[in-house]
Each structure stands twice: as C-alpha cells, then as structure tokens.
C-alpha cells in the first residue's frame, strides 16, 4: 500500500455499534472493567491508553514503518521522554543547529539528569565518529534542521552507531512521513512535533516517538508516557488523526509551492543567501535527494540588510503572516533570532518561511512586494 492509502486507512477502527464512516471520539476518562478479572485487555483509564490514542498510534506506526507508536502532548514531551528514558549520566550527541528547545531542555531542564551532551556539526561524518564516547547512548538527527536546513546523512550516521549499543533518534518533524522515513534508513526512533505538518492547520500541539523494535528504551517511553501523563487528548488524537488522511497531498503543495519561492529568492537582489535542500547549490542537496522523496516546505534565507530590516519585511507582507512554528496551510515567516534563545548561532538578518498552500504566485507578489520595504 502506497502512503495516500495507508494515511487515510491504517488505525481507522469499525464502528460496529452505528456503522459509521468516521470513527468516533471517546471522551471518557474511565472505562467497565471486565467481568473476568484474569483478562488484562482492553481500556481502563485514559492516561494509560483510549481508542482514539490508540487509532493514532497505530496509523503513525504505519506512515514511519515502525513497530509501535506513543502519542505525547507535545512534541517537547515526546523529546523529554526520550532523553528521560536514558540512565542518567550518558553521553548525547546532537547537531549543532538542533531546534532551539531541544538544546534548552538538555542543557537547562534535563541538567539534573545529568546527561552530557556534544553539540556536534552532523553534516560532517568525522566529527560525528570523533564526538562518540564509550558512553554514548544517544546520537540525535534533526535533517533539515531547524533553522539553517542542513541536512544529515541518515544512513552514514547510523553505520557509525552500529556496532555500538547506540540509539540513533532522528527528529523527523520537518519532513514528515510523507518525504522521509528514517526506520528504514537504519535510525531506532523517530520523534515528531506532531503540531507541525502531521497536524498542518495550526490547531493541534502534540508529539509522537515511533519505535522500530520493541526494546528496553521504547518500553521506558511507554512507561514515562502512562505514568507522567503528558498525553493528547483524545479529542486532539481524533483531530489529528483526521488531518492526516491529506498530508501526502499537503506535502506536494508544500514542496510545489517552496521549490519555486526557493528559485525567485535565490535570483532576488535583496537576497543574500537562501537555505533550500531543493537548490543544487545547497551543500546537502545529493544526501537530501537520496534520503527524501521531495526537499520539504521551509525555507530560510539572510535578507542583504540588517536584523531590523528582517523584521520589518516580516510585518509588511498582506499573505504571509508574521508567526512562529511551522507546517500549517497558511504561509507564516519570522525574523528567526526572535524566537530563539539569547545564545543563538542563527543570523540577525535571517527569514524563516514555511510555505503554505496558497497560490504561489500570490505568495511570490507578496514576498515582493515585502522585500521592497526596505
Ligand atoms: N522539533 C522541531 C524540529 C521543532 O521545530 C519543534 C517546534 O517548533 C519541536 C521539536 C517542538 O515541538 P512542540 O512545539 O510540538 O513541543
């Protein structure tokens, strides 16, 4: 089965009470137990598992080509559930340019757990090898990352952490399932920030870990997930659910529409540089081209000018709305340093644009139009 299939079909329960094509939400919190005491199946207590967690989990087991899913509340709870499910005092390597939450939980929320961490530039495979410790558990992948759009090679950084007892995570957010599956690529476990093109209309926060064998750190998630709670809930589980039946057609529009604002960027002359796997002369555009069926919505440029003009640009435009996040129809950009922590590496003078579905001639007219502010 092909992904347009299997997005609108796997996880998709009968309703065998009414018939009905959509399957219902189950708000309950609590469910009968059963008659007989010895038979552990079946739902008692929401944080431990419903129906409609339970329809996702297994639809987005599908789209990675896992083995089993846990839903989260946020895609910073399914992170935090992974790095909480490593002994204290392990060694992680994660890129240099990881999103910048990431690196806050690790060197601020997590510190008490003591993990030492190497921010490490991943587009290079020997500072990758030479980064790994004896007690390295953890290498985290994020291609494209967030914001600079570098892109690692899966495959190769999986190899290196073969013959050790390493876990490779990659955070498949900016891809999604529909351009790229990392399960098959070598990688252990997948993380999403479901909020952004799973979700795809801004209205759902949530995250996910897909496992690709049932081990020891996928039942520690699974157990941090029913235990701490930070669950969706089920009316977020069904919604979401529900906007996953268009992602494969949403990620054409989104790759149609970036591909040729990418190109108009590029050639514009108040443009300095732009960030686009899709453009030849982006450093990482074979290993995306090998690893992605398509190079993906986001786009980031440096404006010729300085991090007012950025800002100024930003709030000029009548389509593109002046937001943070990602991956919704709606076309939204950012001067990016705003929503990043003080310490950022990212430039002053940086655009971070998610492309929406509109027409893109529209939202090349606008980007014009806004450009010209300054
Ligand atoms: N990972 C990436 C690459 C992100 O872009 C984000 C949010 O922007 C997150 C993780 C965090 O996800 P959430 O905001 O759903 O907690």
């Not at 190497?118 to 914001?147: C, Y």
């Not at 490779?168 to 098959?184: E, F, G, I, K």
């Amino acid at each position: 089965m092909r992904i347009e299939t299997k997005s609108i079909h796997a996880g998709a329960k009968n309703d065998t009470d009414n018939r009905a094509v959509t399957a219902p939400i189950y708000p309950s919190t609590i469910y009968r137990h059963k008659d007989d005491s010895a038979d552990p199946a079946g739902h008692v207590y929401t944080r431990a598992s419903n129906p409609n967690r339970e329809s996702l989990e297994e639809l987005l087991t599908v789209l990675e080509q896992g083995k089993k899913a846990a839903a989260f509340a946020s895609g910073m709870a399914a992170s935090t559930a992974i790095f909480q499910a490593l002994e204290p005092g392990v060694h992680v390597i994660l890129p240099l340019d990881v999103y910048h939450g990431t690196r806050e939980l690790l060197t601020g929320l997590m510190k008490r757990w003591n993990l030492d961490t190497s921010f490490v530039d991943m587009t290079d495979l020997d500072k990758v090898g030479s980064a790994i410790q004896h007690n390295t558990r953890l290498i985290w992948i994020e291609t494209p990352s967030n914001p600079m759009l570098h892109i690692t090679d899966i495959k190769k950084v999986c190899e290196l952490a073969s013959s050790r007892d390493i876990t490779v995570c990659v955070d498949n957010t900016w891809s999604s399932p529909a351009l790229q599956n990392p399960l098959d690529l070598g990688a252990n476990l997948v993380m999403h920030s479901s909020t952004k093109y799973l979700s795809g209309h801004s209205d759902i926060l949530s995250g996910a870990v897909v496992t690709k064998e049932e081990n020891e750190i996928f039942e520690n998630i699974r157990s941090i997930q029913q235990i701490s709670g930070a669950v969706p809930s089920p009316q977020d589980c069904w919604l979401l659910q529900r906007s996953i039946k268009t992602l494969p057609y949403r990620m054409r529009g989104h790759c149609g529409n970036a591909g040729k604002i990418a190109v108009f960027l590029n050639d514009h002359p108040k443009v300095e540089r732009v960030f686009y796997p899709g453009l030849q002369s982006h450093p990482g555009h074979l290993i995306a081209q090998s690893q992605m069926s398509d190079y993906g919505g986001m786009i980031s440029f440096q404006i010729k000018g300085t991090g007012n003009d950025a800002m100024k640009i930003t709030s000029s435009a009548q389509i593109i709305t002046n937001a943070t996040s990602l991956g919704g129809v709606e076309s939204i950009w950012e001067q990016r340093v705003r929503s990043e922590a003080e310490n950022t590496q990212t430039p002053a003078n940086l655009i971070r644009l998610s492309v929406g579905l509109e027409h893109p001639d529209d939202l090349i007219e606008d980007i014009e139009v806004a450009l010209n502010q300054v």
